[in-house]
């Protein structure tokens, strides 16, 4: 048998019913003071499904929760935890600003030992517009 809640309009009272499905709409009663219960609707939960992404692995569209989950396990990844993203970009951070302090010693330690004609030479190509790239390997 189904529950059925019901709330009365005079006490506020909230009362849940078991009745069959052909007495569902008989009047119930508040057992407080006896005025006519009102049915409360109820539905249950629904879930949206999940939203349409560009897979970063794969490169491919992934729609609805079901090809969510089969990409998972097609891709041997896992739904990040709450807050691993953005520890991963301070750690990315973090990881960069390393890089580049690497690079500023690295291009000291290279100037330190450079004959003064060559960054000589080196400033004058900068200060003309050279363009330089850093590329990782």
């Known amino acids: 048998m189904p529950i059925y809640v019901y709330k009365c309009s005079n006490c506020d009272i909230t009362a849940e019913r078991f009745l069959k499905i052909k007495f569902m709409d008989a009047p119930q009663h508040c057992y407080e003071c006896g005025d006519l219960l009102q049915r409360v609707i109820q539905a249950p939960m629904v879930i949206a499904d999940a939203k349409p992404y560009i897979c970063p692995v794969t490169n491919k569209l992934i729609e609805g929760r079901k090809a969510h989950e089969e990409n998972l396990k097609r891709t ?4 990040l935890e709450k807050g691993e993203s953005e520890e991963f970009r301070r750690s990315k951070q973090k990881e960069e600003e390393n890089f580049d302090r690497e690079i500023d010693t690295t291009v000291d330690k290279v100037l330190a030992k450079m004959p ?9 190509e900068v200060a003309s517009g050279i363009d330089v790239a850093v590329t990782r390997q």
Do not use: Y
């Open 76 to 79: 041997g990844c896992r739904v």
């Open 116 to 124: 003064e004609k060559q960054i000589e030479t080196l400033v004058n």
